[in-house]
């Protein structure tokens, strides 16, 4: 079983959609969480840290529950420029990061 | 600034090749980390490094070394390139060290094919 989980999508939307990603993570003593995003054949780049009290970027919302080590992003009012690839990415207390394979979002007119 | 550079941005290698991907960051960041990106499967940590003369192994450090001699800069030494290999590589560097949440910054990146 992979230590952090995610939908692979394809996830085909249309603009102005509403989109949620998943993710699961096997360890317990993760200790902080981030999801971060990846545009075609370009390096990953942060989006939003996540909190357990959740947090909000403007469109979108990061979910955290502890108990289920469940951790979701959403999107709302979908842009073209949405289009890319979301990383959940799980940090233990050593700062052993792992990252999802990614979740795949194409936004379309 | 520049961030993270990473050079070379593309690589073909032999089997059994070696070379060194250069990654060099001026941040001043005291972590530095090297991945790798393949196929269905998430970026795998391969060493990393929490200060200038400190080094560690990463989740896949087989056929990997690495060294860092500066702050600046984290070279990746592939000893005997084998065809699985074959990746995109990602240095990256963020503030913090060990449990830290602070943000990595990622290089563009290194795609390396060994035939």
């Known amino acids: 079983r992979k230590e952090v989980e995610q939908d692979p999508g394809p996830f085909n939307v249309p603009e102005g959609a509403t989109v949620a990603f998943n993710c699961t993570y096997s360890?317990?003593?993760?200790?902080?969480f981030f999801w971060y995003r990846q545009d075609c054949r370009k390096e990953p780049k942060l989006l939003m840290s996540?909190?357990?009290s959740g947090n909000e970027d403007g469109r979108f919302t990061a979910q955290l529950n502890r108990a289920s080590q469940y951790i979701s992003l959403l999107i709302r009012d979908s842009k073209l420029s949405d289009s890319a690839t979301y990383l959940c990415v799980v940090n233990t207390w050593n700062n052993d990061m792992r990252f999802g394979a990614g979740t795949r979002l194409t936004v379309k007119p | 600034n520049a961030g993270v550079t990473q050079t070379p941005k593309f690589q073909v290698l032999k089997t059994g090749q070696s070379m060194t991907l250069q990654c060099a960051q001026d941040m001043n960041h005291e972590y530095m980390s090297w991945y790798r990106q393949d196929p269905g499967m998430g970026l795998r940590l391969i060493h990393y490094?929490?200060?200038?003369?400190?080094?560690d192994q990463g989740e896949v450090p087989n056929g990997y070394n690495v060294s860092r001699s500066t702050t600046e800069d984290f070279p990746l030494r592939l000893l005997s390139a084998a065809p699985s290999q074959t990746s995109v590589y990602f240095c990256?560097?963020?503030?913090?060290?060990?449990?830290?949440?602070?943000?990595?910054?990622f290089g563009p990146g290194t795609r390396l094919t060994v035939l």
């Open positions: 490094s929490v200060g200038a003369g400190i080094t």
């Open positions: 990256a560097s963020s503030r913090g060290g060990r449990g830290d949440t602070d943000t990595q910054y």
């Open positions: 996540v909190y357990s």
């Open positions: 360890n317990s003593a993760s200790q902080s």
